[in-house]
């Protein structure tokens, strides 16, 4: 099993900046890929970034050039990196992670992110 903690969230200005982060815990080993999902209110959660065990990137088109995805030398560790931010980010901010061949899939509590115009 595999756990999710995040932490990073808050209340910023427009234009300013955030770092969110995500630590797994368990079975890490089976971890594949981890990434950054968000979902404001009233709509449907959404990939924000994305990254494989090998390095492989993915990003969501409203947030190229802003947000950056990383991981930790331990590979049990994801960063989101946030600049330039917009009052359309907000939302809350889910840490997934993807175990190989799709076996498992699980999430985080979620941390709020809040952009303020």
């Known amino acids: 099993q595999v756990q999710l903690v995040e932490s990073g969230g808050g209340l910023v200005q427009a234009g300013g900046s955030l770092r969110l982060s995500c630590v797994a815990s368990g079975s890490i080993l089976m971890i594949n890929s981890m990434g950054w999902y968000r979902q404001a209110p009233g709509k449907q959660r959404e990939l924000v970034a994305a990254?494989?065990?090998?390095?492989?990137?993915s990003y969501a088109d409203s947030v190229k050039g802003r947000f950056a995805i990383s991981r930790g030398n331990a590979k049990n560790t994801v960063y989101l990196q946030m600049d330039s931010l917009k009052p359309e980010d907000t939302a809350v901010y889910y840490c997934n992670a993807e175990g190989w061949a799709g076996r498992f899939e699980v999430w985080g509590q979620g941390t709020p992110v809040f952009v303020s115009s």
């Open positions: 990254m494989t065990s090998g390095g492989n990137t």
